[in-house]
């Protein structure tokens, strides 16, 4: 099992940027895919980003694509998003996730381990 830590959400206005942090320990962390997900309120948990085990192979949702970027350091166990030019409507609760595999999907089910989730806010 892995244990995942997210930091970094906050209220920003629209048009800046943050960048989420995701510290994990457990499970190696260079054998499996790690993805970012949100919920909104009232809406489920939809797909943001995911990157495979070794950070070669990103892919995002196209909600995303082209503002928000996902990385990993593998020497110190973290994933990262950074977002930029951010929108009202990217308001929610980012998870980080753990997959079973070390190829990453947009695949809901395919992650088996999450954090707490931290809030991000973005003004109009």
């Known amino acids: 099992q892995v244990q995942l830590v997210e930091s970094g959400g906050g209220l920003v206005q629209a048009g800046g940027s943050l960048r989420l942090s995701c510290a994990a320990s457990?499970?190696?962390?260079?054998?499996?895919?790690m993805g970012w997900f949100r919920q909104a309120p009232g809406k489920e948990r939809e797909f943001v980003a995911t990157?495979?085990?070794?950070?070669?192979?990103?892919y995002y949702a196209d909600s995303v694509k082209g503002r928000f970027t996902i990385s990993r350091d593998n020497a110190n166990n973290s994933v990262y998003l950074q977002m930029n030019s951010l929108k009202p409507e990217d308001t929610a609760v980012y998870y980080c996730?753990?997959?079973?595999?070390?190829?990453?999907?947009?695949?809901?089910?395919?992650?088996?381990?999450w954090g707490q989730g931290t809030q991000v806010t973005v003004s109009s």
């Open positions: 996730a753990a997959s079973k595999y070390n190829l990453g999907r947009e695949i809901i089910d395919d992650y088996n381990s």
């Open positions: 990157i495979n085990w070794r950070g070669g192979s990103t």
């Open positions: 457990g499970r190696t962390f260079s054998s499996y895919a």
